[in-house]
């Protein structure tokens, strides 16, 4: 099956060329798809009927068949199932002023994060880039407002599913696309080496919002929380990170899950201090109280654990915000999204399937 939404302009020029099309007609349609948000040909009426025909016949429209929609007060979880029959986790997190979409990238997750549910099936396979675009248009097609902020942080390491995330996110930033800034687009890594370089050499990907998991300022603990790092060490990461090329006043924010009694302690807090040390204007820290999973070991610290880990951060000059994760009722927060699980769910609402 062809989809429409896994081309770019240029591509979709060459292809409706390719038809015996006017190379024009690809700029009318993707507008449909990504000002109107309809990827239905038949209502595309500024294309001859003809043409509509013929298009109807080449391209599919959704690569995702939307399951359920599960509601919490600041989120909504969208299950979708794949044409192979894998599921792939959505959420819609509901901020004070706007509105951000959490996407995932894989199905499953080979990092193997001994914290995250997402890792209990170990990888699966990448997501497809109309796969990727797919979540973001279902979601946008059934919500009044506008999503402008997307963050790679789903099910999932982006960076190892790199060609269909940049292209996704090409199509998610694109004036022909859905027109998002760049600065509203975050890439959220484990800190593979070998990717986050090349993210550095890529003058489209280094220009998007990068987060990457530290979860621990020790390697030793870090391997155990993240396996990944025995060949991705922490001071290759930091090294790498600390000359990562950014732009004026924009800065790389690392990702912190506090767990109780293995990363919290205000011990931990000042060797992150210490490993962040003279580079402070070129990062902040979002700590990230960890969301308990029934079939993971580990707790959520006492508030007062959490402010304290905070000031310490603060008392050496370094930014440092708590964010806990919305959605964590539907079980859509970080670490949290497994395919498998969510089967069990009652669905508060079951959306009827969008008729496209
Ligand atoms: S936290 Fe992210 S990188 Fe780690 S296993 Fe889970 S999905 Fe993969």
């Keep these: 099956m062809d989809f429409i939404t896994g081309y770019t302009l240029e591509e979709l020029k060459e292809k409706v060329s390719s038809l015996g099309l006017e190379p024009y007609r690809a700029k009318q349609i993707l507008s449909w798809i990504y000002k109107k948000f309809t990827t239905d040909f038949s209502l595309m009426t500024d294309l001859p009927k003809k043409v509509r025909e013929e298009l109807s016949a080449v391209f599919s429209s959704h690569p995702l068949k939307l399951e359920s929609e599960v509601e919490a007060p600041d989120a909504t979880k969208f299950l979708f199932r794949t044409l192979d029959g894998h599921l792939v986790e959505t959420v819609l997190i509901r901020e004070r002023d706007h ?195 029934p079939n993971l070991p580990y707790e959520r610290p006492s508030m007062d654990r959490i402010l304290r880990f905070q000031r310490e951060l603060w008392d050496r000059g370094i930014s440092t915000f708590v964010r806990f994760s919305k959605g964590a009722d539907v079980f859509g927060a970080c670490g949290q999204l497994r395919s498998r699980r969510v089967e069990g769910i009652r669905t508060l609402h079951d959306a009827p399937l969008p008729s496209l």
């Design 99 to 293: 509105l951000t979409l959490c996407v995932s990238s894989q199905i499953g997750c080979a990092v193997g994060c001994s914290f995250c549910a997402t890792a209990i099936d170990g990888l699966i396979r990448n997501l497809t880039t109309s796969e990727i675009v797919d979540q973001f248009l279902q979601v946008q097609q059934r919500t009044k407002e506008k999503i402008r902020n997307v963050v790679f942080m789903g099910m999932g390491e982006p960076l190892a599913n790199y060609e269909n995330v940049r292209k996704a996110a090409m199509i998610m930033v694109s004036p022909w696309g859905l027109d998002l800034s760049k600065r509203r687009v975050t890439i959220s890594s484990s800190g593979i080496i070998s990717q986050l370089r090349r993210m550095a050499e890529d003058p489209f990907m280094r220009e998007l919002n990068l987060a990457v998991s530290i979860n621990s300022p020790r390697q030793d603990l870090r391997e155990k929380l993240m396996p990944l790092t025995k060949t991705n060490t922490l001071s290759e990461l930091m090294d790498l990170l600390v000359r990562f090329p950014l732009s004026r006043y924009r800065r790389i924010t690392l990702e912190y899950i506090l767990i109780k009694g293995v990363n919290d302690s205000v011990k931990e807090a000042r060797q992150l201090a210490d490993l962040i040390g003279p580079h402070k204007k070129k990062f902040k820290v979002n700590l990230i109280p960890y969301n308990p999973d």
